[in-house]
């Protein structure tokens, strides 16, 4: 079993490409599920992707802790993951990248550009 986030930012919308590259990395790590943070944007794209695919979905538990709630969030998924992609986000990817790399999980990082507003 091999659990992958996939997390970015909340107003960001993956591209074509973002997706060609992530079903790529998918596909190479042997992926089985697609591990969720359960919010809008980069979130809920990685799991219309998982079910796409055909990969199960491991939802977040989202606690509600307060200010630390997105940081605990982030570091019970990587927990449960063996690898993480991250897209372009605002400081709760930069939140899971750092968490990625302390924890020691690869980490393929497909765009570190500022969310797009809509």
Known sequence: M???IIAGGRD???TP???ERTVRLL????ATHVVSGMARGVDTWGEDLAAELGLLLFPADW???GR????????E???NADAVITLAGGRGTAMMRTIARQSGLPHFDLGQ????SS
Not at 27 to 30: R, S, W
Not at 68 to 75: D, I, S, T, V, Y
Not at 113 to 116: D, E, K
Request: hydrophobic share 35%; glycine share 6%.
């Open 2 to 4: 091999i659990r992958v």
């Open 113 to 116: 550009a500022p969310p797009v």
């Open 12 to 14: 960001y919308r993956p």
């Open 68 to 75: 630390r709630a997105g940081w605990l969030r982030n570091l």
């Open 17 to 19: 490409r973002d997706r």
């Open 77 to 79: 998924m990587s927990r």
């Open 63 to 65: 606690p509600t802790r």
């Open 27 to 30: 596909q190479a790590l042997g």
